[in-house]
């Protein structure tokens, strides 16, 4: 089944902006993970935030997860070069299987 | 020393021709994973496991067999390889279901001609 309704998106920015990337999703969702995933590499997670937590932090990066609207959103602020990654979010209840959208192509332009 | 390994990295392989994947974790997780990615689709579960003799269906199980001999291995057998399975592999573990982290390998990228 499907869980988001993202297609692959491209974003290309300047070093040292902000960027926030989104993720909406159809099915039952009560824990959402961000992952990153460079060049030839496996992916890995950055955040996982909870439906009672609203807000998470970790250094320069913030997830936010809204259940009334699906959504989920992950930003980072003061972007490096070392940032270019593919970021994708997945979904899951809380004893289910994870689903992923397809995620976004982050380029960050030193 | 990484804790997920897949082998091998890159294969050829023939149409009708039988492929096995093999992933190694030292994380100690009962979970294991078999996704494949391909451009525009993410990350989709192929099969998945509890532990060590159990295997699951994912979304996308059609052409694919799993087997998972003990804690540490998990494999991913394509009995009659097609060019349709032309993907990239990636291996997971995790300690439980959904919500918790899953930790990948690095991928093998397999190509059916």
């Known amino acids: 089944s499907q869980w988001g309704e993202e297609n692959l998106q491209a974003l290309s920015i300047q070093e040292g902006e902000d960027v926030t990337m989104n993720c909406s999703y159809k099915t039952y969702t009560t824990v959402v993970q961000w992952y990153r995933q460079k060049s030839g590499k496996g992916p890995a997670q950055l955040i996982l935030i909870r439906s009672n937590e609203r807000e998470k932090r970790s250094g320069r990066l913030r997830a936010t997860l809204d259940t009334s609207s699906q959504s989920s959103s992950l930003s980072i602020t003061g972007t490096l070069a070392t940032d270019t990654a593919v970021y994708f979010c997945?979904?899951?209840?809380?004893?289910?299987?994870?689903?992923f959208g397809a995620g976004t192509q982050l380029i960050v332009i030193p | 020393e990484a804790a997920v390994t897949q082998s091998p990295r890159n294969k050829v392989a023939v149409t009708g021709g039988k492929v096995t994947l093999s992933c190694n974790q030292t994380n100690n997780h009962n979970n294991m994973y078999w996704y494949r990615q391909d451009t525009g689709h993410g990350l989709r579960l192929i099969h998945y496991s509890y532990g060590a003799g159990s295997t699951e269906k994912g979304d996308i199980p059609d052409g694919y067999k799993a087997s998972r001999p003990s804690q540490e291995n998990f494999s991913l057998i394509l009995e009659l390889a097609t060019p349709s399975q032309t993907s990239v592999y990636f291996c997971?573990?995790?300690?439980?279901?959904?919500?918790?982290?899953?930790?990948f390998g690095p991928g093998t990228r397999l190509t059916v001609l």
């Open positions: 997945g979904g899951s209840s809380a004893l289910g299987r994870l689903h």
């Open positions: 997971a573990s995790g300690e439980g279901l959904g919500g918790y982290e899953q930790y």
